[in-house]
């Protein structure tokens, strides 16, 4: 990082300007600390660029209902491990009973007709035309016991595979719908990440490549990416990146993480995090020009290692000050000294 040392100072015939001035608002006349000014330099050139991510299971499922019922019980809590077939959570199915006694009652009636409709025509006292109908209301009304099992078994919600209950989004005595969330489950096993990438960052990049990427900001590991989606969001116009991890295993569910994509550094321009300056949602740099410090609202990217990404706002040309403390816009500065070629 280039970075140039800076002398604050007001000089005489600045402080005789500010007394005659237009009566804006100015520093008073003060001995000012030395500060650093640091030249913004392009991007990371031994790195890239890095595109915030998020750390998934490559199979998770949200489990819902296909009927409309309260919630009898639920066996699981957060984090549990469950194996395929788990019974997760009940739905009351009194009516579904009540239905399904009644249907089998008429069921067994209308069997009990259709033997002797079956005996009758054996002996000629009875038509086909009388058989044939029977039959098929003995057919109906089989359908509708078959369904209504169906629906009682849908009241008995299980996991589809082993994994570990993401969350639970219902309680005991809730009522439910069609299509409702109730739980959510995840393998464990397999892991991804998925990231919103641009037209430029996805450039060069395919199927089968492996990337770098960090979570927590302190593990480091690499994955392998499976699928790159065209940009078709209709707001960022971004596409989708999904990298299986290939190493570590086990990574927290749900952490934030960061891809290296390779070959974008050149286009990047950075600054270090100990420049910024935050006033409420604002950031803001401030830039030595005319013997001024100039504060400049800029808009940044991730910090990684201490540098940040700018995505607008600043010039590669201009000098952005560092560490610029209780620095005022507007504010007199004196630069001296050579140029550091160190980080």
Request: hydrophobic residues 45%.
């Given at each position: 990082m280039k970075t140039l040392l800076a002398t604050l100072a007001l000089s005489g015939a600045l402080l005789g300007t500010l007394a005659c001035g237009d009566g804006a608002s100015r520093p008073e006349a003060r001995t000012l600390?030395?500060?650093?000014?640091?030249?913004?330099?392009?991007?990371?050139?031994?790195?890239?660029?890095?595109?915030?991510?998020?750390?998934?299971?490559?199979?998770?499922?949200?489990?819902?209902?296909?009927?409309?019922?309260?919630?009898?019980?639920?066996?699981?809590?957060?984090?549990?491990?469950?194996?395929?077939?788990?019974?997760?959570?009940?739905?009351?199915?009194?009516?579904?009973?009540?239905?399904?006694?009644?249907?089998?009652?008429?069921?067994?009636?209308?069997?009990?007709?259709?033997?002797?409709?079956?005996?009758l025509q054996a002996e000629h006292a009875a038509t086909q035309a009388e058989r044939d109908q029977i039959e098929a209301q003995v057919a109906q009304a089989q359908a509708g016991v078959t369904a209504l099992k169906a629906n009682i078994a849908y009241t008995q919600i299980r996991a589809p595979f082993s994994g570990v209950v993401q969350s639970r989004k219902v309680n005991e005595g809730d009522f439910v719908g069609p299509g409702m969330p109730l739980l959510e489950?995840?393998?464990?096993?397999?892991?991804?990440?998925?990231?919103s990438v641009s037209a430029r960052e996805s450039q060069g990049l395919k199927v089968g490549q492996t990337l770098e990427f960090t979570t927590d900001g302190t593990q480091d590991g690499e994955a392998r990416i499976t699928a790159l989606a065209p940009g078709g969001d209709p707001w960022s116009h971004k596409g989708t990146l999904r990298a299986r991890v290939v190493k570590p295993k086990g990574l927290r569910q749900g952490s934030f993480a960061r891809i290296l994509i390779p070959g974008l550094a050149s286009e990047t321009l950075t600054v270090p995090e100990s420049a910024l300056?935050?006033?409420?949602?604002?950031?803001?740099?401030?830039?030595?020009?005319?013997?001024?410090?100039?504060?400049?609202w800029i808009s940044v990217g991730d910090a990684v290692n201490g540098v940040v990404p700018v995505r607008a706002g600043l010039l590669p040309t201009e000098q952005v000050i560092d560490h610029p403390g209780a620095l005022l816009d507007g504010q007199p500065i004196q630069v001296s000294g050579g140029v550091n070629h160190g980080n």
């Open positions: 600390p030395r500060v650093a000014v640091t030249l913004a330099a392009t991007g990371m050139p031994e790195q890239g660029d890095w595109v915030a991510a998020t750390l998934q299971s490559t199979r998770t499922a949200t489990i819902a209902t296909r009927m409309a019922a309260q919630v009898k019980r639920v066996y699981v809590e957060e984090g549990q491990r469950v194996a395929a077939g788990t019974l997760l959570l009940s739905l009351n199915d009194q009516d579904l009973q009540g239905q399904l006694k009644a249907a089998e009652t008429g069921l067994a009636t209308l069997e009990t007709q259709r033997h002797r409709i079956v005996a489950i995840y393998a464990d096993g397999e892991q991804e990440l998925v990231a300056v935050k006033r409420g949602e604002l950031t803001g740099v401030f830039v030595a020009k005319n013997g001024q410090a100039e504060l400049r």
